[in-house]
């Protein structure tokens, strides 16, 4: 009986205790999966954002690049530094990633969010001139480009690629592999001062494009042979005096003409060449002299017969003393000064006044005709 009652209460202790394991078996049971599905619910959650900033990141890094390009696009308009530059095709890569982008980015209609990056027009891409800043040498031609280069719609090869008169023989293909990328909307420009005066230049240009815009800057025909001559001395450390090169056997009498400053200063010779392939409605005459006096003046001219808008204005410009020229500042919002080169506004020789007043004599007819066929009167003396 006793034993009995022993084994009874054993059975009655190991069934509470059995009860009890069964008890806190379910509680940890219930407590781990709790904290299991609050683990999930968080991986989830974090793992739904990194997608959101993937693809945020995917459809912003374009624009960034592509806006990089834009800017860099001014190191590739120098031919010769770099003529097969790699930018471009990091950007042609970048830009035909975005569709991928596009795909995933689509607007509740179901059509893509980003689809103005597709068109083709803002693609960067090499084009054939639209517009040459043919010449004349000596007269402003760099001070023009700077000046106009300003200008967001306006891409220019950087320095000057003389196609038309050395390269020709290498094709419109080699030409366009000289341009400055430029997107839908821009214009593409170069500038070699030597396609004014070179014979067959006229035709070959028709031949590029009828419709080619042309920009000729034109100074006194005398100051400009001074400058052309003070280039030439610079180089050379021997050269003989202005006065004993610009005239025939020593006297002020006979003027050589077969000498190149003097000779490229006929303008009027070498316009009536251009006049036999172009209208005068594709020519622009820019002012050697404006342009120093009045710089705004002339890139507001220069900006309408381009068809472009307003945007250089005389808030770019500013008078520098030292230098003695118009320097710019780079934009109108930041006000970094920038001057041209010391090659350019350089100080002229003193040059005796009667072969000056003898070289005036020379040009007054050719300069009359000159603004007969443009239409123009300059009032060179
Ligand atoms: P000089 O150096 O004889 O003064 P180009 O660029 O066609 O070679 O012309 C050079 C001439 O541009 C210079 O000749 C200078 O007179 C003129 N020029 C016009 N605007 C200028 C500027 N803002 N700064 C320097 N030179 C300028």
Not at 272 to 291: D, H, T, V
């Amino acid at each position: 009986m006793f034993v009995m009652s022993i084994w009874g209460t054993s059975l009655s202790l190991s069934s509470r205790s059995l009860a009890i394991a069964l008890v806190l078996c379910v509680t940890l049971l219930y407590i781990s999966y709790s904290f299991n599905a609050c683990l999930l619910a968080s991986i989830s959650r974090s793992l739904q954002q990194s997608n959101l900033r993937n693809l945020l990141s995917l459809t912003s890094t374009p624009r960034n690049e592509s806006s990089s390009n834009s800017s860099s696009s001014n190191d590739s308009a120098t031919p010769a530094s770099n003529p097969s530059n790699n930018s471009s095709n990091t950007t042609n890569r970048s830009i035909s990633s975005v569709p991928a982008a596009v795909g995933i980015a689509n607007s509740s209609d179901g059509s893509p969010k980003y689809q103005l990056l597709r068109q083709p027009g803002l693609r960067p891409s090499r084009h054939l001139p639209d517009t040459l800043i043919i010449g004349v040498k000596k007269s402003g031609t760099r001070a023009l480009l700077e000046f106009i280069r300003l200008h967001p719609d306006v891409r220019a090869a950087g320095s000057e690629v003389h196609f038309f008169d050395r390269h020709y023989q290498r094709g419109l293909r080699w030409y366009r592999h000289h341009m400055p990328y430029t997107i839908e909307g821009q214009i593409t420009m170069e500038k070699t001062p030597s396609y004014f005066v070179t014979k067959e230049v006229p035709q070959r240009v028709y031949h590029m494009n009828t419709a080619t815009k042309l920009l000729i800057v034109v100074r006194d025909p005398v100051t400009r042979a001074i400058s052309d001559y003070t280039q030439a001395a610079s180089k050379k450390a021997d050269m003989k005096r202005f006065e004993q090169l610009a005239f025939v056997n020593g006297s002020y009498s006979v003027v050589d003409t077969n000498w190149g400053p003097v000779k490229i200063g006929v303008y009027s010779r070498y316009l009536e060449r251009w006049l036999l392939y172009f209208p005068l409605s594709q020519l622009l005459f820019i002012s050697g002299e404006r342009l120093i006096m009045d710089p705004a003046y002339e890139i507001g001219r220069v900006q309408d017969f381009l068809g472009l808008k307003r945007v250089v204005t005389e808030k770019h410009f500013y008078f520098n003393a030292t230098k003695g020229f118009p320097c710019l500042f780079k934009s109108e919002a930041r006000s970094t000064p920038h001057c041209l080169g010391k090659t350019k506004g350089r100080n002229h020789p003193h040059i005796d006044p009667s072969a000056i007043e003898r070289l005036r004599e020379f040009y007054r007819p050719f300069n009359n005709k000159f603004y007969q066929l443009t239409g123009i009167n300059f009032a060179w003396a």
